[in-house]
Structure formats: C-alpha cells, structure tokens
C-alpha cells in the first residue's frame, strides 16, 4: 500500500537534542512508494506574489520518482532508468537523458535516499550538514558533481521533528527555489505574503507539533 508523508509529532526524547544527520535520515525515512504534496513558490519580477504551484511527488518501489502538477498547469515528470519524460496537456510528450538536466538526476538520487534514510547513497552525492534541534533542523546538501554544482549552489532541507516541511534550492544565477511539502503545504492556504511564507519553510512560524 502507498504510503503518505504526512505530518508527524511523536518525537521521542528530548525535542531539544540536537538533531544529527542520522536522526533526521531516520525520521523521515518512509518506505517507497511513498507519496507527499508540495507546492512550490516561483517569484519574479512581473508578478505582485510568487506564482503558486501545486502538486504530488511520488517515489515509486522501482525508486522511479515522478513530480505531478495539478495546478495552476498539469504536468506530469516521471524521472526514472536514466530517463526523464515530460507530459503536459496540449504539448507532445519529450524524452531525454538525464546527462542533459543534472540537477533532475540529483532530485532523483536525493529523493530517493531521503525517503530510504541511506545516508552513505546521499553522501555519494552530496557533503551534509545539519543544524538545529530534533524541535526543528535544517539539513544543508552541497553537491560533489561538478555539473550540477555549476547550476545549483546547494539544497537546505527544513523540518520540524519527524516531518521534513521545505527544500530551499539555490542556483548558481537566480533566486532562492523554493517548495513547501506535507504539513507546510496544509498551513500555506490562504498565505501569500512572501515573508510568512518563507517563515513556514523554516520553521520560524509557530512550532507546535514538532515534538
């Protein structure tokens, strides 16, 4: 049976430990296939608010990780035997390597490690740290690939105990990219201002639950 990611706050022991790489890899493994909702906020320059993307990650037992928007567009992305295919309403279907989009095969690895709580396949990939307490941490991923390195600077992951709330990306050029999941999402309805949200992906809002 698929299982969800949802929001979770039983956080044995002390919600004030420090929050280690192997704790965090732990709490928020989850068998695959899994799946969680997202929504990730694009900013820019001809729009008043960040443009607001909805949609399902889903990693698939074959370690297949497929990104579905359902608003305000429908997309389907499925990354998966070193191959990334694009679906969307109106537009044929396109298919390509990996080799060409890094940053895609990253998401996959990362993703997949993540929900696996390998930390060893992650650090094949990426240098870790962490900060913060089991009460609400940060998970920092520098890239080692020197490709995708060139094109993103490195990926914060934010969660308060159990539930991983956000990932922050940073491309080398361009502004901080950045996608609410589980709970956070529940909790950006109805919020546009870009402070408040940006408080939600890092836990600055209010933290109850994480313990």
Do not use: N
Not at 11 to 24: L, Q
Not at 61 to 85: C, F, H, K, N, W
Not at 134 to 149: C, F, G, I, T, V
Not at 170 to 185: H, M, N
């Amino acid at each position: 049976m698929e299982q969800a990611i949802e929001p979770a706050v039983d956080v044995p022991g002390s919600v004030d430990s420090p929050a280690g790489a192997d704790w965090v890899l732990a709490k928020i493994a989850r068998p695959a296939p899994a799946r969680t909702p997202f929504l990730e906020l694009r900013g820019s320059a001809l729009l008043k608010a960040p443009l607001r993307v909805v949609g399902e990650y889903r990693r698939e037992a074959d370690d297949a990780l497929i990104r579905q928007v359902l608003s305000p567009y429908t997309e389907t992305t499925t990354i998966a035997d070193g191959m990334v295919r694009i679906e969307r309403d109106g537009r044929a279907a396109r298919r390509f390597s990996m080799s060409r989009a890094p940053e895609l095969a990253a998401l996959q690895a990362s993703f997949g490690a993540l929900l696996a709580g390998d930390r060893e396949r992650l650090e094949q990939h990426y240098d870790l740290e962490v900060e913060g307490s089991r009460r609400a941490w940060s998970l920092h991923l520098s890239p080692h690939d020197p490709d995708l390195a060139a094109r993103v600077s490195g990926m914060t992951l934010y969660g308060r105990g159990a539930e991983l709330r956000c990932i922050e990306s940073t491309p080398v050029d361009g502004g901080v990219q950045r996608s609410l999941l589980a709970g956070a999402v529940i909790d950006a309805e109805g919020v546009d201002d870009p402070a408040a949200l940006q408080a939600l992906c890092h836990g600055d809002a209010a933290t109850e639950g994480g313990g």
